[in-house]
């Protein structure tokens, strides 16, 4: 036991979980640290009820203590005088707000303006006649102006009032208009949302110019206190699902939303489907382009992507070039993006099928073929393909994480060079890579990304299947997973529509014709304009 006393002595395993740890680099010690001699900073917690003073002092000590003035230096406490000589102050975050806008707009008509009413007529008073603000507003509430103040607005305290004035003055810096990288397109618009949110319903705006765009916000109930904005068509969104989205992002309780992403995961249900049921997209045009169809969009504060719902499986494997091209044109592309998508599933099962089970189907020209390249290979050919699916998507992951034009780089060099490797090594035969190399090409002619992922497991499940019971084997298996994505629903509409079910919808589908005129919506989302009685 001793022996074990030591141990735990010299590494210091028994020590208090409250004791701060120095680095060996470290001297000294720092000046706050949370232990039982110094104690920790505080938390200042306020509900919903709590309303501020009249006591411009009061609101000054109590401000302080909430936003750690005395080791926060961002929290800005501007005092002033008004012109009727009352008292005043200025709380806002530095950096987050536009300090021109608030000195031309805000305090120089206070500190200038002469006021003449009293109680509650003076804040009427100064938020119609002095301020020259668009957008100001009183609020009683601090939890609510503790959050405004936070999100980049600031908050006036003019002595002997009870409710602060907040003016949205937000003017931090962020990423201008760029061109969409995810989404590549040969025609159409090139711009994609940017992060700020009020930059993204504006893009939005610009080309849905009609008095029903409607942009309703929510703020999550998390640590961070995101933003959200439920966009759709008044006059065309069905409000049961609209109602549907708002309580299910009211239901969202954790501690960072960051991200569409994010929220995708809590609305989509069953959580464990791979299918994507909700459309993520960073394109305006292809955004609005579903709202004027009667979806619905979600945007958040801080995320360059929207969120689309419900997403159908035609929605997910559209493209904006599929539009902007002549009919026989946008036919070929459609046809091209379904049928690689196809073959990248099925092709390594039937492949695996035929060689093990059903040597019959084949030529003898492609047998001996077959048998020639696998001659000096020592590993099971289900084996040999499922490590080249594994290698694949190594490198796929690699030319993604790695920036610029390295990462390409790596995707055809790396490819080149391993397969040329593995092929010289006898670790695996000529015939398997190029089954691999077409299911992989094919795999990228998906357009939608997490539709591209989702298909991992369709793919590998399919080859598992060929594995054990050949055709048979595959043919059950791809027959569960087609009838688990029709049975599949986004937000009640089915994965498959307009196709099965079949509806009257004017969205293009596979072989296109023609552009027709036509003011109908998409019916599988039960649009106001298409409901029957």
Wanted: glycine share 6%.
């Amino acid at each position: 036991m001793r022996f074990f006393d030591w141990i735990e002595k010299f590494f210091k395993f028994n020590r208090d979980n409250a004791e701060f740890e120095l680095l060996e680099t470290e001297r000294g010690t720092p000046d706050r640290y949370a232990s039982e001699d110094y104690p920790s900073v505080p938390v200042i917690s306020t509900k919903q009820t709590d309303e501020i003073s009249s006591d411009l002092k009061k609101n000054r000590v109590d401000f302080i203590k909430i936003f750690h003035r005395d080791i926060n230096s961002d929290a800005i406490f501007r005092s002033f005088i008004t012109a009727s000589g009352i008292k005043g102050l200025a709380i806002y975050i530095n950096g987050m707000i536009d300090s021109d806008r608030v000195n031309d707009f805000l305090i120089r008509p206070l500190v200038r303006k002469k006021t003449y009413k009293s109680d509650d007529m003076l804040l009427n008073e100064i938020l119609n006649e002095v301020l020259e603000a668009d957008e100001v507003s009183s609020e009683k509430k601090i939890n609510k102006i503790v959050d405004a103040i936070a999100s980049g607005q600031a908050a006036f305290f003019i002595d002997g009032l009870n409710s602060a004035i907040i003016a949205d003055v937000r003017g931090f810096k962020t990423r201008s208009i760029g061109e969409s990288e995810g989404e590549k397109c040969v025609l159409g618009p090139k711009e994609a949302f940017t992060e700020n949110l009020r930059t993204s319903i504006t893009q939005l705006r610009r080309i849905i110019k009609s008095p029903d765009l409607v942009a309703e916000f929510r703020v999550s109930d998390t640590l961070n206190k995101g933003t959200f904005a439920i966009i759709y068509l008044a006059g065309k969104a069905n409000m049961s699902l609209v109602d549907n989205i708002k309580r299910k992002l009211a239901a969202i309780d954790t501690t960072l939303v960051l991200d569409v992403g994010t929220v995708a995961q809590f609305l989509e249900k069953p959580k464990y489907m791979p299918l994507p049921k909700i459309l993520l997209t960073e394109k305006p045009d292809r955004t609005a382009a579903h709202i004027l169809q009667g979806h619905i969009a979600i945007v958040i504060d801080g995320s360059p992507e929207a969120l689309v719902l419900p997403a159908t499986l035609p929605a997910l494997m559209a493209t904006t070039d599929d539009v902007y091209l002549k009919g026989p044109l946008g036919s070929i592309l459609k046809t091209v993006c379904y049928l690689g998508a196809f073959l990248s599933l099925i092709l390594p099962g039937a492949f695996l099928g035929m060689s093990l089970y059903h040597q019959g189907m084949l030529s003898t020209e492609v047998l001996l073929t077959i048998i020639t390249s696998r001659k000096m290979v020592y590993m099971p050919l289900g084996y040999e393909l499922l490590l080249l699916l594994l290698v694949f998507h190594f490198i796929r992951e690699a030319s993604m994480r790695v920036p610029g034009g390295i990462g390409q780089a790596i995707g055809i060099i790396g490819g080149i060079m391993l397969g040329q490797a593995a092929v010289s090594a006898n670790l695996v035969s000529t015939t398997s890579l190029i089954i691999v190399s077409l299911s992989g090409l094919g795999n990228f002619c998906i357009p939608n990304f997490q539709l591209m992922i989702a298909s991992t497991w369709a793919r590998i499940l399919l080859l598992l299947a060929a594995w054990a019971a050949g055709f048979m084997g595959l043919f059950v298996a791809l027959l569960i997973i087609i009838a688990a994505v029709a049975s599949t629903k986004s937000f009640g509409v089915p994965f498959l529509s307009p196709y099965a079910p079949k509806t009257m919808s004017q969205r293009p589908p596979i072989f296109r014709g023609v552009v027709k005129n036509h003011t109908r919506g998409s019916d599988y989302t039960n649009v106001r304009g298409d409901r029957r009685i």
